[in-house]
């Protein structure tokens, strides 16, 4: 069974800090996904990243499948980055459509 | 494209009223799941389909929960007969193909008095 763990559970920071969101997983995955949520709003979809790295804007997702770990890193944080993120694994096949889901850090920017 | 859209935003109804949830995917996309959110259990795969067929509901909790898709731009999950402790907040979401990503919806907040 494949678990997805997330560190820290809580986060906070203040404007203009680096942040590091990191996400380990017991059994090897298709695809690994990071997701945004914003307090009492929808689920945004950040990455999906298999290998290497991605990069959009100020936030960098990475993933090293040797070690079966992933980071978010948020560069430059702001207030508005303050939000639950959320990883979760692809299960390799015949189950690749499943997610299964970390328990989320809740992330706190302060200006 | 709108996105993934649900209706309603927010559903309040009383113990053992039947509650129906509704969803309309992107279209093009050929994945769709419902997921519920909880404080205690956080994100849960309910059910999916691919191309209108349910692939795997062995996530829905009980035989009060019953989902359908009758085409590629609707899907319904019904609750019937709802109990409080289904408040939650159901998410659907599409994708194309299994490796394409997820857009989901904005939810639908569930209180069941």
């Known amino acids: 069974k494949n678990e997805v763990e997330q560190s820290p559970q809580n986060l906070t920071a203040q404007e203009g800090e680096f942040i590091t969101i990191n996400c380990s997983y017991s059994v090897g995955i298709s695809a690994l996904h990071w997701l945004q949520q914003h307090p009492g709003g929808g689920i945004v979809s950040l990455f999906m990243?298999?290998?290497g790295k991605k990069k959009h804007g100020r936030l960098i997702a990475t993933i090293n499948i040797q070690e079966k770990h992933s980071s978010l890193h948020i560069t430059a944080s702001h207030p508005r980055d303050s939000a639950v993120y959320i990883c979760?694994?692809?299960?390799?096949?015949?189950?690749?459509?499943?997610?299964?889901f970390g328990t989320g850090t809740r992330l706190q920017v302060f200006p | 494209d709108a996105g993934v859209i649900q209706s309603p935003r927010h559903e309040v109804t009383e113990m053992g009223q039947e509650v129906t949830l509704r969803c309309k995917p992107i279209s093009g996309h050929d994945y769709l799941f419902w997921y519920r959110q909880t404080m205690m259990r956080g994100l849960e795969l309910l059910i999916y389909f691919n191309n209108n067929v349910p692939i795997d509901d062995s996530g829905m909790p009980e035989d009060r929960f019953s989902a359908k898709m009758p085409n590629a731009s609707f899907s319904t999950l019904k609750i019937q007969p709802s109990e409080p402790r289904d408040s939650a907040v159901y998410f659907c979401?599409?994708?194309?193909?299994?490796?394409?990503?997820?857009?989901f919806g904005s939810g639908t907040r569930l209180t069941v008095v």
């Open positions: 990243l298999s290998s």
């Open positions: 979401a599409s994708s194309f193909t299994v490796r394409g990503g997820y857009t």
């Open positions: 979760a694994g692809q299960n390799p096949p015949p189950d690749t459509d499943k997610l299964i």
